[in-house]
């Protein structure tokens, strides 16, 4: 695996802008670039692991509680009725940054849209 920084590391270290709204020691989280809905958001572990197996239980349990803080005020700040929250574990699951991330994308009745 290669030693360069992740974008999502990058990003977290303040080298490509992103509209961060969430940050803790750990965790970050800041809007997708191209959002599947208006507020997708993307929850990341600061140091970056490539699957979710890799990821020290600690960490998982601060990635988690920011998932679980954040969707509701997501849903609330864009008006959405529900949302998709899901990881893509490996790139044959569709994962394009090798830096674990959950998807938090807002829904909205009748949007009839597929995470
Ligand atoms: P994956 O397919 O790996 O689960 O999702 C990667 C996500 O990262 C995609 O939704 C993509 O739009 C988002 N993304 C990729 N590069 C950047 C970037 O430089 N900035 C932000 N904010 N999102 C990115």
Do not use: C
Not at 10 to 21: E, L, S
Not at 28 to 43: I, K, Q, R, S
Not at 87 to 108: D, T
């Amino acid at each position: 695996m290669s030693d360069d920084p992740t974008i999502f590391e990058q990003i977290v270290a303040g080298d490509i802008p992103a509209r961060i709204v969430y940050e803790t020691d750990t965790v970050a989280a800041f809007l997708d670039a191209n959002p599947l809905a208006p507020g997708h958001t993307l929850v990341v572990p600061k140091e970056a692991y490539e699957r979710l197996d890799e990821l020290p239980e600690d960490v998982a349990a601060d990635v988690w509680a920011a998932v679980q803080e954040l969707t509701p005020r997501i849903e609330s700040a864009v008006d959405a009725d529900a949302s998709n929250v899901g990881v893509n574990n490996g790139s044959a699951a569709g994962q394009e940054v090798p830096h674990v991330h959950v998807h938090i994308v807002p829904r909205f009745e009748g949007d009839g849209g597929r995470p």
